[in-house]
């Protein structure tokens, strides 16, 4: 492990500070802003657990439903008998053991069969667990009782995606990050110098798939009533892909800022035309492919490099400290 | 038997859903995740025809078919072709190529809820029963397996005895030396695309007549296209028929002895399997 | 078998080969790529791999890096079987390579390029020794004071460079150089042959495919010529070259 340098303290302090300010938002307000300050904190955390693994490898991933609606099962079966943080921790294993299953059957392969797979794991998984639920138990729907409100779920996300930066952090500065980049670079160069690179995949596949486990996990007491179809609500991923990408998936922060317009615009067009959405995302998605493919953080760097002398950026160099 | 004849005769329309795109990806080279929604849109086409104008769904085949050529000649052209352009490598295009057939499939799918709503649509072709070994069936289902067959043939016997057919073929396998030996490898790939497009059509025309259809219901074709495609072997007509056929009889048997409500885990068990064990397809030569 | 082997086709010098291929074969399709080829490598020793093109010697170097894996034979690293591992194990286990078409990773700097070498192999170095091992590495190719660029700065056989220094910053027990010489002109190839010279005095084991004849004749301790696939002859460079059938395979049969 590599010491931090002044910079990334200074960068931290900074950082800590921002959490805390958010996390007095809700003592102004309880109503709609909290409602949607949830919403953004939710796909900020779901987005950036999806980009600490789609975002070096470039497999994209539409398994974000199955391992949300994983995390959410958990809690409404478990919530009359168990502790809240301990069904917590369940999800967190079992989206991970999901995520590690699929990963060792798919990412050996091209892209196109991940892409594929994930496409209908959401779908699959809710099969499964309704023909369960109608075969072999009482009834469809659970109820989670808690005595959570909105602003505690706000402040578990919230603390839940100060850990995903931070691990996401940790994973750039250790041997696992250099090797996603130079996966990312290169394959044949990244097995030829001695990398797993299967195993690398793997592993933060199932990172990823355990945070957005135990995302779905904290969300459960705000459904309050679950159901298969939106506990695995295929749209979910498709969002995150959307807002991630809209963000730029080169820096971690980077999501952040595909977030917060995409879904204040989301929640504005599905309030007013809900017809309309289908449409907003498809548009979103050509935008993406067409007009920014390395995100709005990836447009803006080439502006300012841009600006700042005609020549391309240098290469951004990893502080290394001797 | 009778799940065996129910799931041979679904798996003909599989089989040309799964030919569009494998041509789609095969030879254009494009993921195309779009392609449920073509199937849909075709469905609807047919529809109108046949309620508005009483067109015969069989006969309205000639007008749908080409129309979806066309269009999809357009896509190919306008959208795709500056991908296939931009990208330095075959991930980067296959990246690219999935997001831009996402946005089109969110905004087909959104321009047919716009205009057909949510409902599911149906409509009354043949609904007669027909005897195969003493069990009545669909006729409608019946019509629609033999035209799958007819134009499966009909495309199999373009593909291997015609001039272009081989053509398109050469630019399947390799691009790079189609285009040294004289081949258009830009148009081939255009025609090629276009024409999956049209034989999605096609299929979605023929599954109008028996299949109570919506306009949200195209991703999961698509997903079955998708494993179709890859149990064949990416750009193998014999693959795609056959594995079309095992998805056909595996999910009436599952939904007729198991549960209807688990047809998609069958699919997906044979698609585990087939990336487990095969992940070249059942006719792939193994990557060097 | 080995010993039989090791008794036919090696100088007497008692040391026992570090690297051993044993009748390794390659088949695309219906194509003998690589056909049964037998070839021991000593510790120290720098070995030619030539042959006329097509005539398999990258499948062959492919085969010993992992790459590939051989249709049937084995290859050994100091009597560990190695064929058949994927390339990552045999990275580790100690053997290094360069790419033909030269392949950096282009959004790394100069230094995370000659690093990426380094962290993975046996030496798994890290944090300060990692970088300052990568700065020792870029001198003793030359590239001193570029650290910090971005590769697509760098010249061809910068990069071509740039390459030998990642492979070597794996410490491993055999180099294997993929044409490492090819599309150099004639002043820079000058510095090449002395570069590849001066690992050799170091101690290095180096397989080498290459199509220089210079390189070969002042360089190479023995040769292992391929035709379609085939050993045609091994031995000292001298002797190979003129060998009748070398001759032939070359420039084709005149009495035909």
């Known amino acids: 492990m590599i010491r931090p340098g002044a910079h990334e303290i200074r960068m931290g302090v900074l950082a800590a500070l921002g959490f805390a300010a958010i996390a007095c938002l809700p003592l102004f307000d309880d109503g709609y802003y909290l409602s949607l300050a949830v919403n953004i904190v939710m796909y900020v955390a779901l987005c950036t657990a999806w980009t600490l693994f789609s975002g070096p490898t470039h497999y994209i991933s539409l398994a974000t439903a199955a391992f949300f ?6 809690v409404g079966i478990g919530i009359e008998t168990m502790p809240f943080g301990a069904l917590l921790a369940i999800a967190c294993v079992l989206s991970g053991f999901v995520a590690a299953l699929v990963g060792l059957a798919t990412l050996r392969l091209s892209g196109v069969y991940f892409v594929i797979f994930t496409l209908g794991l959401a779908e699959l998984v809710r099969q499964v667990v309704t023909w369960v639920q109608t ?66 995949k793997v592993l933060l596949f199932i ?86 493919p390395n995100g709005i953080t990836g447009w803006i760097e080439a502006l300012v490099a841009k600006l700042k002398g005609g020549e391309a950026a240098p290469a951004r160099k990893t502080r290394w400290i001797a | ?55 015969n769904p069989v006969a309205s085949l000639f007008l749908v078919a080409p129309i979806a050529f066309v269009v999809n ?13 931009r990208a330095k490598n075959r991930g980067m295009l296959e990246v690219d190529s999935i997001l831009a057939t996402f946005g089109l499939m969110f905004l087909f799918q959104g321009l047919m809820l716009l205009g057909f709503g949510g409902e599911y649509f149906s409509y009354s072709f043949l609904a007669e029963p027909f005897d195969i070994f003493g069990s009545p069936f669909g006729l409608n289902r019946v019509v629609a397996f033999v035209a799958a067959v007819v134009i ?57 007549t028996f299949y109570t259809f919506n306009a949200s219901m195209g991703v999961v074709f698509t997903m079955k296209a998708l494993i179709i495609v890859i149990m064949g072997g990416v750009g193998d007509v014999r693959g795609a028929v056959l594995a079309a056929l095992i998805l056909g009889v595996a999910e009436t048997t599952v939904a007729s002895l198991i549960d209807p409500g ?22 792939g030569k193994k990557q060097a | 078998m080995n010993a039989a082997l090791q008794l036919a086709g090696l100088p007497s010098s008692g040391t026992a080969p570090i690297l051993t291929v044993e009748a390794a074969r390659k088949v695309f399709g219906g194509l003998v790529a690589v056909n049964d080829l037998s070839f021991d490598v000593l510790p120290g020793e720098l070995i030619g791999l030539i042959g006329p093109n ?35 194990v045999i990275a580790r286990s100690g053997i290094a390579r360069t790419f033909q078409l030269v392949r950096v990773l282009p959004s790394l700097t100069v230094e995370e390029n000659v690093i990426a070498g380094a962290v993975f192999g046996h030496m798994r170095l890290w944090g300060g020794d990692a970088k300052d091992f990568a700065h020792s590495l870029l001198a003793r190719v030359g590239l001193v004071g570029r650290a910090d660029m971005p590769t697509t700065a760098l010249t061809y056989i910068d990069q071509k460079r740039l390459e030998l220094a990642r492979a070597l910053a794996g410490d491993p027990r055999v180099l294997l150089l993929d044409e490492w010489l090819a599309g150099l002109n004639p002043s820079e190839l000058q510095i090449g042959i002395e570069l590849i010279g001066a690992l050799r005095e170091e101690g290095r084991t180096i397989v080498m495919v290459e199509h220089v004849m210079d390189a070969i004749r002042s360089l190479c301790d023995r040769c292992v010529v391929m035709n379609t696939g085939t050993k045609i002859a091994e031995g000292a460079v001298g002797d190979v070259l003129s060998d009748p059938e070398v001759i032939r395979a070359y420039l084709g049969d005149s009495d035909a």
């Open chain 1, 69 to 74: 609606g994983i995390g959410t099962y958990t």
């Open chain 1, 135 to 200: 075969n072999f138990t009482t009834g469809i729907g659970l109820y989670v009782f808690t005595e959570f409100t909105e602003k505690h779920i706000f402040w578990m996300l919230l603390g839940l995606t100060a850990v995903i930066y931070l691990t996401g952090w940790a994973i750039n500065r250790s041997r696992l990050g250099f090797a996603m980049r130079i996966i990312g670079n290169d394959e044949t160069v990244a097995a030829h110098v001695g990398i797993d690179t299967a195993r690398a």
């Open chain 1, 207 to 292: 990172v990823s798939g355990a945070f957005i486990g135990i995302i779905g996990a904290i969300l459960a007491p705000r459904f309050a009533y679950i159901e298969p179809p939106s506990a695995f609500n295929p749209m979910i991923s498709f969002q995150v892909v959307i807002m991630a990408l809209l963000g730029g998936t080169r820096r971690l922060w980077g999501p952040l800022v595909g977030v917060i317009p995409f879904t204040i615009v989301f929640d504005a067009v599905s309030a007013q035309f809900p017809n309309h959405t289908s449409i907003l995302m498809g548009l979103a998605f050509l935008a993406v492919v067409y007009l920014i």
């Open chain 2, 1 to 55: 038997m009778e799940i065996l004849v129910t799931g041979v005769l679904l798996s003909g329309t599989y089989a040309l859903i799964a030919l569009g795109l494998t041509l789609q990806y095969g030879v254009a080279r494009i993921m195309n995740l779009a392609t449920g929604e073509t199937l849909v849109a075709a469905c609807f086409g047919a529809f109108w025809f046949f309620s508005a104008l009483h067109i």
């Open chain 2, 73 to 85: 000649w357009f896509i190919y052209a306008l959208l795709l072709r500056p991908l296939v352009n």
């Open chain 2, 152 to 208: 499966a043939i009909a495309l199999y016997v373009f593909l291997t005895h015609t001039r272009y057919g081989t053509a398109i073929r050469a630019v399947a396998v390799d691009p790079v030396s189609a285009g040294l030996v004289a081949i258009n490898v830009a148009r081939a790939s255009a025609f090629a695309f276009a024409l999956g497009g049209a034989l999605t059509a096609a299929a979605g025309g023929l599954l109008s």
């Open chain 2, 262 to 283: 688990l047809t998609l885990a069958a699919t997906y068990f044979l698609f585990i399997v087939t990336l487990l064990f095969r992940p070249q397809g059942i006719y």
């Open chain 3, 54 to 88: 097509g005539s398999g010697k990258t499948t062959m170097l492919n085969l010993i890096s992992g790459a590939l894996k051989p249709t049937a034979g084995t290859i050994s690293l100091d009597d560990r079987r190695i064929s058949g591992a994927p390339p990552h």
